[in-house]
């Protein structure tokens, strides 16, 4: 049994040969988030799995080493309403995606609340950091995307969390997280490299 396939007997919900994986996005309002989940899974109204205040899930099927795997992604709205919904988000999540916008630094600042109240309902999904909108950071001075660059790399060591920079108008690094993330589930032979390259998308773990 190859290790896709043998998720299903891990604790990981199954329906026949599907396994279902569930992910949870958190940040701010107007980070990108819907955007950025859209730009991977579709609009395609059968992706949309639930949608309820504060709260919009989506799902994404695909095929591992053989086996039907299903990512059900919940997108947490950003306002401060909407940490009731973090438990429910975040239980039994595989991944949990912090989410902040490269061109508005409160956002960033805003990442380590999202963080300690996610670590309060799951201690062991995988942490990943992402600075969304990167089309417009790098049109911002060098000395400014710097600043953010160390910021965003301080925090990312502190959350033990692999960082990305993506861009959803441009499909950066948006696909490169997902294959990410199943690499480090099943411990697939797929790794990234990173790249700390001043006006090029950072990936730094």
């Not at 795997?69 to 401060?80: H, P, T």
């Not at 996610?118 to 909108?133: F, Q, S, V």
């Not at 959350?159 to 199943?182: E, G």
């Amino acid at each position: 049994m190859d290790s896709a396939a043998a998720a299903a007997s891990a604790g990981y919900e199954s329906d026949s040969d599907l396994v279902s994986l569930k992910i949870s996005i958190l940040g701010d309002c107007q980070t990108g988030k819907t955007s950025f989940l859209i730009k991977y899974v579709g609009y395609e109204e059968e992706n949309m799995s639930l949608e309820m205040k504060g709260l919009n899930v989506m799902d994404k099927t695909m095929c591992v080493q053989g086996a039907r795997i299903s990512f059900r992604i919940w997108d947490v709205a950003g306002d401060n309403r909407s940490f009731d919904q973090v438990p429910i988000a975040c239980k039994d999540a595989v991944a949990i995606l912090f989410m902040f916008d490269l061109t508005s630094r409160c956002t960033l600042n805003s990442i380590i609340g999202w963080y300690n109240e996610a670590r309060k309902w799951n201690k062991t999904a995988i942490p990943i950091l992402i600075g969304t909108k990167f089309d417009d950071f790098v049109l911002l001075p060098p000395d400014i995307q710097w600043t953010v660059i160390t910021q965003a790399r301080t925090y990312a060591r502190a959350m033990k969390a692999t960082l990305f920079f993506s861009s959803s108008t441009h499909n950066i690094n948006v696909n490169k997280i997902f294959k990410f993330i199943m690499a480090k589930l099943f411990s697939l032979p797929w790794t990234v490299n990173r790249n700390l390259t001043l006006g090029e998308p950072i990936i730094d773990f």
